[in-house]
């Protein structure tokens, strides 16, 4: 008789016994490291951390220092052609394969497979493919188009844009395959009367389909933006921030702070900011979603 309350009481500790691992991974080196990024980012650390508290004062040096400015407008204009592109691409791809087309799960896998490569060898086989002389750019020209230049990175105005080209390779199929997901679960009978009504296809995409797959969507921007967040790799990878520092970007400012001009306090007040548009994307999908099971959960108890 007493056995079984003790089992009982056992059996219901195993689950948080089970999540008390991740639980103190959360607290210590995620939420722990984020304090402790903040409270540096407002002394006068530079090599070693310091305890003289001066407010402010980092963030001021951060937004007059003209690199990390220019690594804003890097990121801004990275992060819109990024996204837009590989919502796009991937979306188009999610349809082709919709349509029960013959090879779908190798072409699902020919797709899917740059995103398995890290962002560092992307970048490496992109360098060689977009240097100048090498790559495309020779192959066009021993094709016998010797006047053919392909030069963007290394163009202090385009040097960006393929870093954005290798991204977008890489990451595109991952859309599709979330995309196609939500394609799957499409009711046939929507198709079904569409065809009846005589309504072209890519209208229905566009005003019924991607209505929808709205869920699917918000999920599939917020990996983009976190992604466009902590852009480093490639980066590092493709130009080192060049030419000069016509693609520097936020987290090689912090990197090369941290580690290179020994300024913990500057690159911490970097880093601090560089969380904040991550925390005002998800804290809002985040309440969306915890509001969403909680009317579901009352709809369920009341039914």
Known sequence: MIARP???????????????????????AYIGTVLWTLRT???ASRTFPSDKFIGIAQYTRLFENERWMLSLHNLALYGVLFIVACMAIGFLLAVFIDQNVNGEGVLRTVFLYPYAMSFVATGLVWQWLLTPGAGIDGAVQRL???????????????????????????????????????????????WKAARLDGIPAWRVY????????????ATVFLLLATSVAKLYDAVVAMTQ?????????????????LFLRSNIGLASAGAV????????????????????GHHGRQSGGRA
């Open 41 to 43: 980012s407002l002394t």
């Open 241 to 257: 921030g060049g030419p000069g520092t016509a693609s520097e970007v936020p987290a090689k400012f912090i990197m090369d702070h």
């Open 144 to 190: 016998g188009f010797p006047d053919f230049v392909f030069d963007w990175i290394v163009d202090q105005d385009l040097a960006i844009h393929t870093i954005v080209i290798a991204t977008v390779w890489q990451s595109a199929g991952l859309v599709m395959a979330l995309m196609l997901a939500g394609l799957r679960g499409v009711d046939a009978d929507i």
């Open 273 to 292: 900011m560089l969380l904040v548009p991550v925390v005002a994307l998800l804290a809002p999908y985040a309440y969306a979603r915890s509001r969403a």
């Open 206 to 217: 566009l005003s019924i389909v991607l209505p929808m797959l709205w869920p699917t969507v």
């Open 6 to 28: 003790v089992r009982a009481g056992v059996r219901s500790i195993v689950p948080y016994a089970a999540l008390l691992p991740m639980a103190l991974t959360v607290i210590v």
